[in-house]
């Protein structure tokens, strides 16, 4: 059984950094493309940014870019997404996916990806 645990997430003002982390179990970590998402209140959830299975590639939502990173420790079993200059509207719920999948192309679309962990909430106040 694959899990993925989120953490890091919490309350930040305006400006402010978080990193959030992700660790996975059940499956071989290196063989797994990861992203990130997140979903706001009444809406759907959004891609936020993938990382392939090596972590030589990377890809992210514009309204992230130059803000957020993401990034992984195969041999921790881990990724990351380091957030600066937080603003209020990237307040949301922020899952953690694993996709299953052997693909050269980063997928961004909740449909590609196998495996969610719970959730963490970030909240940034203004």
């Known amino acids: 059984q694959v899990q993925l645990v989120e953490s890091g997430g919490g309350l930040v003002q305006a400006g402010g950094s978080l990193r959030l982390s992700c660790l996975v179990s059940g499956r071989t970590f290196s063989s797994t493309a990861m992203g990130w998402f997140r979903q706001a209140p009444g809406k759907e959830r959004q891609f936020v940014a993938a990382i392939s299975r090596g972590g030589a590639t990377t890809k992210y939502t514009d309204s992230v870019k130059g803000r957020f990173t993401i990034s992984r420790d195969n041999a921790k079993n881990a990724v990351y997404l380091q957030m600066n200059s937080l603003k209020p509207e990237d307040t949301a719920v922020y899952y953690c996916?694993?996709?299953?999948?052997?693909?050269?192309?980063?997928?961004?679309?909740?449909?590609?990806?196998?495996?969610w962990g719970q959730g963490t909430q970030v909240t940034v106040s203004s």
């Open positions: 996916a694993g996709r299953a999948a052997v693909s050269i192309v980063l997928a961004t679309t909740t449909r590609d990806y196998d495996y």
